[in-house]
């Protein structure tokens, strides 16, 4: 009797353990497609709803809250206690967060990144010598590639504790040049012409209206400054023709440009402290009493 019930008890585990296992992979073959699918769509819908940082924060949230999820039901499915097992997470995560303190710091500056939004992802940002574009604004840090193809990973609270500078935020920018020209041009025509070629430029903008003013005079030239607003996706179009106009119309123009120049003096000095005498007498002629 009790052998059978010991044979049936066994067999009952045995069953319950099977189909806990069979009930795992069904949430698996179901829960894993389902978070992947979710989150292709958020990637690629979410663009059209939202800017590129909030669509890629959703996604984020999407698959590793999906996939903390399942992983529970899963755990659960096979018998584990998931208070004992939450509470031991407490426990470890609270001691991993005394030893990792630089990342606990990099996760608040990255909650006050991510709240205050002083970029988001696409926009190019300069920090330090440092200038690419933000492929990903994460907890712990932000990810940028350089105009050069180069992976730069920032953390968070350097970017905090640093000047950042948004290069792309607002829709158009000022491009600054020095242009100097000889001395002798004249003031008013070489404004005139820079003013010609700002607006013969399809890039540069009308409005507002190109800044053009005598700003140094420098050792060799006339330096003015020659500031066009241009739209920030056309910045680098206007900065390739815009040179190339000015020196062609300039050449056109008969207008100079100058280079530095140093004058050098050859000679020989003779007597570096010559004696005058007064009262007519040979300045060649030897002193008296030689």
């Given at each position: 009797?009790?052998?059978?019930?010991e044979?049936?008890?066994?067999?009952l585990?045995?069953?319950?353990v099977?189909?806990?296992?069979?009930k795992?992979?069904?949430m698996l073959?179901?829960?894993?497609?389902?978070?992947r699918?979710?989150s292709?769509l958020?990637?690629k819908?979410?663009g059209?709803?939202?800017?590129?940082?909030s669509?890629?924060?959703?996604?984020?949230t999407v698959?590793y809250?999906?996939?903390?999820?399942?992983f529970?039901?899963?755990?659960?499915?096979l018998?584990?206690e998931l208070?004992?097992?939450?509470?031991?997470?407490g426990?470890?995560?609270?001691a991993?967060?005394?030893?990792?303190q630089t990342?606990?710091?990099n996760i608040?500056?990255g909650i006050?990144?991510?709240?205050?939004?002083?970029f988001?992802?696409?926009?190019?940002?300069?920090?330090?010598d440092?200038t690419?574009?933000?492929?990903?604004v994460d907890?712990?840090?932000?990810?940028?590639?350089?105009?050069?193809?180069k992976y730069?990973?920032?953390?968070?609270?350097s970017?905090?504790?640093?000047?950042?500078v948004n290069?792309?935020?607002?829709?158009?920018r000022?491009m600054?040049?020095?242009v100097?020209?000889?001395?002798k041009?004249?003031?008013k025509?070489?404004?005139?012409?820079?003013?010609?070629?700002?607006?013969?430029?399809?890039?540069c903008l009308d409005?507002?209206a190109?800044?053009?003013i005598?700003?140094?005079?420098g050792d060799?030239?006339?330096e003015?400054?020659?500031g066009?607003w241009?739209?920030?996706?056309?910045?680098?179009?206007?900065?390739?023709t815009?040179?190339d106009?000015?020196?062609e119309?300039f050449?056109?123009?008969g207008i100079?440009?100058?280079?530095?120049?140093?004058?050098?003096y050859s000679?020989?000095v003779?007597d570096?402290?010559?004696?005058?005498?007064?009262?007519g007498?040979?300045?060649?002629?030897p002193?008296r009493?030689?």
């Amino acid at each position: 009797m009790l052998a059978a019930m010991e044979m049936d008890w066994r067999a009952l585990s045995q069953d319950r353990v099977v189909v806990g296992v069979v009930k795992t992979l069904i949430m698996l073959a179901i829960g894993v497609p389902a978070i992947r699918m979710a989150s292709y769509l958020i990637a690629k819908n979410g663009g059209k709803r939202f800017s590129p940082q909030s669509a890629m924060l959703l996604r984020k949230t999407v698959t590793y809250g999906g996939a903390i999820m399942l992983f529970m039901l899963i755990l659960d499915q096979l018998g584990f206690e998931l208070t004992a097992l939450l509470g031991a997470a407490g426990v470890v995560g609270l001691a991993l967060g005394f030893a990792s303190q630089t990342s606990v710091s990099n996760i608040i500056s990255g909650i006050f990144l991510i709240s205050e939004k002083p970029f988001s992802v696409g926009d190019v940002i300069q920090v330090g010598d440092k200038t690419g574009v933000v492929l990903s604004v994460d907890l712990l840090s932000v990810k940028m590639r350089t105009f050069d193809n180069k992976y730069v990973r920032v953390p968070n609270e350097s970017l905090i504790k640093m000047d950042v500078v948004n290069i792309t935020r607002f829709p158009i920018r000022r491009m600054d040049i020095i242009v100097g020209v000889a001395y002798k041009e004249d003031v008013k025509r070489v404004k005139a012409i820079l003013l010609d070629i700002a607006l013969k430029n399809q890039y540069c903008l009308d409005d507002p209206a190109p800044l053009i003013i005598l700003n140094n005079f420098g050792d060799s030239a006339l330096e003015f400054k020659y500031g066009l607003w241009v739209a920030k996706e056309d910045y680098l179009n206007l900065l390739s023709t815009i040179t190339d106009e000015i020196k062609e119309r300039f050449d056109a123009e008969g207008i100079e440009i100058p280079f530095p120049h140093l004058s050098l003096y050859s000679g020989s000095v003779t007597d570096p402290f010559p004696i005058r005498i007064v009262g007519g007498a040979d300045p060649g002629a030897p002193p008296r009493g030689m």
